[in-house]
Antibody, heavy 123, light 106 residues
Framework: QVQLQESGPGLVKPSQTLSLTCTVSGGSISSGGYYWSWIRQHPGKGLEWIGYISYSGSTYYNPSLKSRVTISVDTSKNQFSLKLSSVTAADTAVYYC???????????????WGQGTMVTVSS | DIQMTQSPSSLSASVGDRVTITCRASQSIRSYLNWYQQKPGKAPKLLIYGASSLQSGVPSRFSGSGSGTDFTLTISSLQPEDFATYYCQQSYSTRTFGQGIKVEIQ
């Protein structure tokens, strides 16, 4: 079955760019009907959606982060990536990649998640 | 953004109890509401999508209902493995989650 795995540095310095990659296995990222998302969770807090990308490259970002976020896709590697610029301590969180599946008349839902990766912003 | 508010603020229950968690949206989201379960150190797990559809592999003691702005997640008979934090999430517009409700052992 489809699995997702995040990878990237666990420590990023303030003002730098956080970069993470999500590798999709067990299925093709180019399959229709899915969006590929990033979601984060601050320590001990709730969940915050960052944005998504389709296999064709169309994106939709959370307005609260839009100015600093770029999500891209590499279909040849079956991966999608997150870049978050100008990070501060407030960006310290567990970052999850997730597959968002569209239903028929039921909206969409995050049905497959990566295990998450902790990213700390500190000098 | 659409705000999602869950209640109660905390919940203590015993094995075998019937548990109900409520989620209210700040505007109508039709039935575009999902429920997730998260255990410590783990990624969230989809339980219910489209307000009332049970995700494959999820036990039938979980059920969801509602439409518009008011939704509920019900666990008909709480099991030891159900002690976790539960989140609602809307997919009507920019995705947002509720603040989460931790179901603890009484």
């Amino acid at each position: 079955q489809v699995q997702l795995q995040e990878s990237g540095p666990g420590l990023v310095k303030p003002s730098q760019t956080l970069s993470l990659t999500c590798t999709v296995s067990g299925g093709s990222i180019s399959s229709g009907g899915y969006y590929w998302s990033w979601i984060r969770q601050h320590p001990g807090k709730g969940l915050e959606w960052i944005g998504y990308i389709s296999y064709s490259g169309s994106t939709y970002y959370n307005p609260s982060l839009k100015s600093r976020v770029t999500i891209s896709v590499d279909t040849s590697k079956n991966q999608f990536s997150l870049k978050l610029s100008s990070v501060t301590a407030a960006d310290t969180a567990v970052y999850y990649c997730a597959r968002e599946t569209h239903g028929s008349g039921t909206g969409s839902a995050f049905d497959i998640w990566g295990q998450g990766t902790m990213v700390t912003v500190s000098s | 953004d659409i705000q999602m508010t869950q209640s109660p603020s905390s919940l203590s229950a015993s094995v075998g109890d019937r548990v109900t968690i409520t989620c209210r949206a700040s505007q109508s989201i039709r039935s575009y509401l999902n429920w997730y379960q998260q255990k410590p150190g783990k990624a969230p797990k989809l339980l219910i999508y489209g307000a009332s559809s049970l995700q494959s592999g999820v036990p039938s003691r979980f059920s969801g209902s509602g439409s518009g702005t008011d939704f509920t997640l019900t666990i008909s008979s709480l099991q030891p493995e159900d002690f976790a934090t539960y989140y609602c999430q809307q997919s009507y517009s920019t995705r947002t989650f509720g603040q989460g409700i931790k179901v603890e052992i009484q």
